[in-house]
């Protein structure tokens, strides 16, 4: 009895000390992501192991070196505590205790951890630091901030600016300290003369300290929404966040920010008062015009005083045309002409963080945005999936994390909006339901929505799917769920 017991207890021991710790490294190591995501009570069945034994949406870390080691230690310590109950009539207690305590002996470990891994961290930004200093050339620096589009906004701008110089640009999400300065000690070279930086913040000052790692001499500014609002801890300190880069240009630098976002007026105004350089995001030889959308790509004309260029991008949507708009400004600034932008934007392929067209699940059509998620990005998927002509019409989402006091609001939202164009929902995570519900029942009618809470779910949201059905995948889904939708 009790050797079996061990042998069913090690591989839910091992899948559950995993799961915590991708989580962590999914949460960047930060105490303040993990709080939130345990305030809510859905999430707190991850504490009893409900998700491992039941095999719902489990993940597995990427093996870094931090997270191997953290792998060893938790189970040797989940071992250990087994042992001292063993020869014991207790050792059913130690098994149930030591499976239950897994998220405290996983968080311990990384407290042990957290001193060696900051000592690592700060040699890889002096090292970014002197790299930086000791350069012989001089580097454009162009950073790039905000709520949503940042690393979009990045990968275009890299592109077209690839046309006319040599590009650095951070990998696809690395907009932390650490992550930007393990990007420049790896991949700047001194042949490199321009650079684009994309600065990520989940509270004030993040983004300052960034900068006194790399200053920019351009900024650009995406946009502001509610996102990660509840580490924040208000609109303003979030806007005041964001505003860091642009109070970090050296002396000559010039701020682009999207005016057609209502939300950076304040940016503006902020701007103004510290005597900040700043354009919206606007050519002054060109003009961008006739933006619409072919078969769900967005398409434009560029003009100039010289000529007229139809571009065809591959973009998806019409949430890009800001993008877009972004990357002409800073482009035409920087010296690329028209033709030189229009051939890049023509030849562009989206990567994993753009809206994506293909088949899927039953010759299903999928829309896929499951890179990240935002209100704005969310809103705009609706938009597209809206535009888009099938028999039935489907959204698979996980709801928006870390939105705080706006998440009632703007799921609710969310909800109200997806009842107007899908046939059905099907909900994956625990962020937002029971708001979204609220907003999709203020329609009534017959339409319905269902959670992804255990595998056998699974076969109701294969059964609704057939090659008539478009399917907008919103958010990062489980495995699992990922695995049906994209099976052909």
Known sequence: MKLLAIIIWLPLVIRKILFWIQLWQQKEYRLDRIVIYLRNKHNLRSWLGYNVIFNQGLKRPFFTPKATLLTGSSLISSITIEALFLTTDAWWF???????????????????????????????????????????????????????????????????????????????????LFSVATDLVKFLSDEQTHAIIEYGAYKRGEIKQLTKLIGPQIAILTGIAKQ??????????????????????????????????????????????????????ETKKWQTENFKLVNGCLNFCLNSKKKRLSIQTNLLGNIYKENIKAVLAVAEHLGITEDMAAEALNSFKPTDHFISRSSGLNKSTLLDDGGTTNPKGFESAIQIAD???????????????????????????????????????????????????????????????FRILENSDLGRLQKEIDKNTLVLIEGRLPTRVIKLLKSI
């Not at 994956?428 to 319905?448: E, M, Q, T, V």
Request: aromatic residues 10%.
């Open 387 to 449: 535009n888009m002509q099938y028999n039935k019409k489907i959204l698979v989402t996980s709801g928006i994390i870390d939105l705080g006091d706006a998440s009632v609001q703007i799921h609710s939202e969310l909800g109200e909006a997806t009842r107007e164009v899908f046939d059905t929902v099907f909900f994956a995570g625990a962020d937002g339901y029971d708001s979204f519900l609220k907003g999709w029942n203020k329609i009534s009618g017959s339409k319905s929505i």
């Open 228 to 281: 990660h609002y509840s580490l924040f801890g208000s609109y303003e300190n979030l806007k005041k966040a964001k505003f860091e880069l642009l109070e970090s240009l050296l002396p000559g630098g010039l701020a682009f920010i999207n005016c057609e976002d209502k939300n950076t007026q304040k940016l503006q105004a902020m701007a103004d008062q510290s005597h900040i350089r700043w354009n919206c995001f």
């Open 94 to 176: 130690g098994l149930v205790t030591s499976y239950l305590i897994i998220p405290i002996t996983v968080a311990f470990m990384v407290f042990c951890l957290s001193v060696p891994s900051f000592i690592a961290k700060q040699i890889i930004i002096e090292i970014a630091k002197i790299k930086i200093k000791n350069r012989k050339s001089p580097l454009v620096v162009i950073g790039i901030t905000g709520s949503y589009g940042k690393t979009s906004t990045k990968q275009l701008l890299e592109h077209v600016l690839k046309t006319k110089f040599k590009v650095f640009a951070t990998g696809q999400s690395h907009n932390t």
